[in-house]
């Protein structure tokens, strides 16, 4: 008979893990005990070797549905054994080195409980279990119990103990269980202040009442599991018209709620791997082709022929659309740019001229998750937005990066995330926002504040942009300097290109590759903002091999909101502007530029005023969109126009081989960096404008033309540095159509082409590089 100590690490806490331990040493007969830890589980057993192997197999296989066996280490136990059966004991506090669950979608027992008139969960709008249910959104400390969580103002009620003590139960140990009787209520408020009462309507409860509101057109705020949304009924156009004038979010797709997949289809087309997406436990929103008989509002997402669809991941959502036959706006609950509200009175406050109505509860949200947002392309996952379902279940790193110290990366401005470096693998936050905004940079700290806390995590690097503007990478100087803490800063371009070979599980001692990183723009080494870069790049270092001539952004930041700047930049580095007017005076985009005063544009670009040099390849995209009348005066989010773009892009020209429908680049080589030149693609832009060449094909050739580019230069930098792998990188290749045309033309040179699928391309994805390289160059010394 062997006594032993079991380490189970991993996603173990919260999520079922130690009745399944309890009810397999049963099977097993074996004696002893399991707890939860600051490192995950403990499990002291006795038995023989034999029936301890078979035990440890079966957890491997019995393994419950939101957890993650990450190690099992066995070793003799040498401690006092006083056990005559299997028990479950008390957690202990102990290091903290587990990890924390993802908040998971209801499950399907839990919506049968919710739909059951005879389960005592019947209409429940907080009902869960250990299969799903809260977790991110409302954890304080770890161990993942009860008392550290917001569900502690919640005492149980005699039912809900027996069933949490029961561990027999599915909700044995689920740390937010709770009724009605003792658990969190919802409730319906006016925005007016007004009584408000539900039996006015004939509804069931306040929930039920929030669809009649809905199909009313009036806009409701509704608080979710990791914050409140503004909901109206998407088939009226005057309700989701009232909703962005209201919310001052004038073109930016709104996000789409279902009851179901059979409602979602009648707008969408949806294969396998999109269905599994919207039913996954993670339920994030899904983009979906549109179908050609598209019947919801334009409105909804101007210029685009993708919806982004959801199902409902909380009993409140499922209750609320039990008798909606039709899709509704569920888009985040704030103004423009802020971020999403959490808590009730700071809802009626800043809501309270967008909302009609307010559906509030009393459980606090104690950390702000954002809903994921995914699509698929060439049957690959592509995660545009990560956070509600997936973070912060931790990434795993490639081989060689097991013995690093604690490292904290920062992130960048935009599409913050921030990221936890230890022992093998990183922790990403959830998707945090634009930092530029006060709000958002104020919940950015406090968020990373409650990381580093809940993983007891003190590193000893930390890792930054270089952009010396950066919100991010100030306050990463500011904690080096106060807690006496190494300092690296990360070249933004050669992290982006690292945490696509991270993500891709490139070995640390691996050959440096090609890096390929498009995006808006990056502080260059150089002093000048880059966003269209060839990188032969490991994790250590990098070299520039290639980049797009740089040009001035005139007028800088309003350079990204106005993107007539960019086509004038690009026309004036090829013609004279007298030229230009003698040649196109007729297009519409050169009597636009002609109005913006070109003589002080030209002053400005050669003085240098607020006119930086950039390479960006996201600015050329917005150049091309407004020559073609897509947006020239006015961008109301950061990418319209090059979205707008790929969307209307002829999809017979992207599959046509013939030469004659692309537009040629130039190439010269200057200090050993080649530069790309867009002098000849302009000319045959403006004489397809001149011929009255549709947008579509215009879109659709441009796409096409740079990534026949691309691969061109690929060939002639791989014939002088020898590379077999590619990595595709930054916001740029969250274009579907350049991503295809770009892998599929590298994978006919026999190139291996790495993109992204579980991170973000653009900048959500950045810290996941920034750490991997600052914990590269450690390991190098």
């Keep these: 008979m062997r006594i032993e100590e079991v380490r189970v690490c991993g996603t173990v806490q919260g999520v079922g893990f130690r009745p399944t331990v309890y009810r397999l040493a049963k099977v097993f007969g074996l004696k002893g005990d399991v707890y939860n830890d600051g490192e995950g589980v403990l499990i002291r ?21 939101l957890a993650r066996i990450t190690d099992v280490i066995r070793s003799p136990y040498l401690g006092e054994f006083n056990f005559d059966d299997f028990v479950i004991s008390r957690s202990v506090n102990s290091v903290v080195k587990t990890e924390v669950s993802p908040d998971a979608a209801t499950c399907s027992q839990c919506q049968k409980d919710i739909f059951d008139p005879f389960s005592r969960y019947f209409r429940y709008p907080f009902t869960n279990c250990t ?28 039912e809900c103990e027996r069933e949490y003590e029961d561990v027999a139960n599915r909700r044995f140990h689920a740390q937010p269980v709770a009724c009605f009787t003792c658990g969190p209520r919802a409730w319906l408020e006016r925005a007016d202040g007004k009584p408000m009462i539900s039996d006015m309507f004939s509804m069931l409860d306040d929930v039920d009442a929030v669809c009649t509101l809905l199909q009313k057109g009036e806009i409701v705020a509704i608080k979710g599991l ?15 018209i009232k909703l962005r004038n209201r919310k001052r979010r004038d073109h930016k797709p709104l996000a789409l709620m279902a009851r179901d997949i059979n409602i979602i289809s009648e707008y969408c087309d949806i294969n396998d791997l999109e269905k599994e997406l919207l039913t996954s436990s993670a339920a994030p929103i899904v983009l979906l082709n549109i179908k050609n008989h598209h019947k919801l509002p334009s409105s909804i997402a101007p210029g685009q022929n993708t919806l982004g669809f959801m199902l409902p991941y909380t009993p409140l959502h499922h209750l609320i659309l039990r008798r909606m036959n039709r899709p509704i706006v569920l888009t985040s609950g704030n103004i423009s740019d802020e971020p999403q509200c959490i808590n009730n009175e700071e809802a009626k406050d800043k809501l309270s001229k967008i909302a009609d109505y307010f559906l509030l509860h009393n459980r606090d949200i104690v ?15 592509q995660t545009l937005r990560r956070a509600r379902g997936y973070a912060p279940a931790p990434i795993k790193l490639p081989p060689g990066f097991e013995k690093i110290p604690p490292i904290l990366a920062m992130g960048s401005e935009l599409k913050n995330t921030f990221c936890l470096l230890r022992e093998g693998e990183a922790i990403l936050s959830q998707h945090l926002g634009d930092l530029e905004n006060v709000a958002a940079f104020n919940g950015y700290q406090e968020t990373l504040n409650l990381y580093l806390n809940l993983f007891a995590h003190k590193p000893e690097i930390i890792a930054i942009d270089k952009h010396p ?15 006496n803490i190494k300092l690296d800063e990360i070249q933004h371009h050669h992290a982006h290109i690292a945490a696509c070979m991270a993500e ?5 001692d691996s050959k440096a590759i090609l890096g390929i990183a498009y995006d808006g723009l990056g502080y260059g080494e150089d002093g000048t903002l880059w966003g269209g870069e060839f990188l032969l790049a490991d994790y250590q270092n990098f070299q520039r091999l290639a980049t797009f001539k740089p040009l001035p952004m005139i007028g800088g930041k309003q350079a990204i909101y106005q993107p007539w700047r960019n086509t004038y930049s690009q026309l004036i580095n090829s013609f004279a502007w007298e030229e230009i007017k003698q040649k196109y005076s007729d297009l519409a985009i050169i009597k636009t530029l002609e109005n913006k005063n070109p003589q002080l544009l030209n002053q400005i670009i050669a003085k240098g005023i607020n006119s930086p040099l950039t390479s960006s390849v996201g600015r050329l995209f917005d150049a091309v969109a407004a020559a073609i009348g897509i947006c020239p005066e006015k961008c109301s989010y950061e990418g319209q126009a090059a979205i707008e773009m790929e969307a209307i892009a002829d999809i017979n020209i992207l599959n046509n081989d013939k030469e004659t429908l692309n537009y040629p680049f130039n190439l010269e080589k200057l200090d050993n960096i080649y530069y790309i030149g867009t002098s000849p693609t302009w000319i045959e832009i403006l004489n397809d404008i001149k011929q009255h060449i549709s947008s579509s094909e215009i879109a659709a050739k441009f796409h096409k033309s740079l990534a026949i580019t691309i691969t061109q230069i690929v060939k002639k ?6 590379f077999n792998q590619v990595a595709l990188t930054g916001g740029v290749f969250q274009n579907r159509i350049l991503l295809q045309q770009v892998k599929t033309q590298l994978e006919k040179l026999e190139i291996k082409v790495l993109t ?5 391309a653009n900048d959500g994805g950045l810290s996941l590089g920034q750490s991997v390289i600052a914990a590269a160059k450690y390991l190098k010394k």
Excluded at 145 to 157: E, I
């Design 367 to 381: 950390n702000r998750v954002d809903d994921s947002v995914v699509r698929v392309i060439d049957n690959q996952i």
């Design 226 to 240: 990791g914050g409140i949304h503004l909901a109206c009924d998407a088939t009226l156009e005057n309700a989701v």
């Design 131 to 158: 299969h799903c249910g809260p977790r991110l959104s409302i954890i304080r400390a770890i161990p993942y119990d009860r008392n550290n969580t917001s569900m502690v103002n919640f005492s149980m009620c005699g």
């Design 504 to 508: 891709n599980q490139i070995p640390l």
């Design 45 to 65: 057993v006795s038995g023989s070797e034999e029936e301890i192997t078979d035990f440890i197999n079966q957890l491997y296989q019995e393994c419950p549905p």
């Design 756 to 760: 992204h699928s579980i991170l973000p």
């Design 469 to 483: 503007e950066y919100l991010s990478s100030k306050l990463g100087k500011e904690l080096a300097i106060v807690n």
């Design 717 to 722: 930098l791989r014939q002088e540095h020898q």
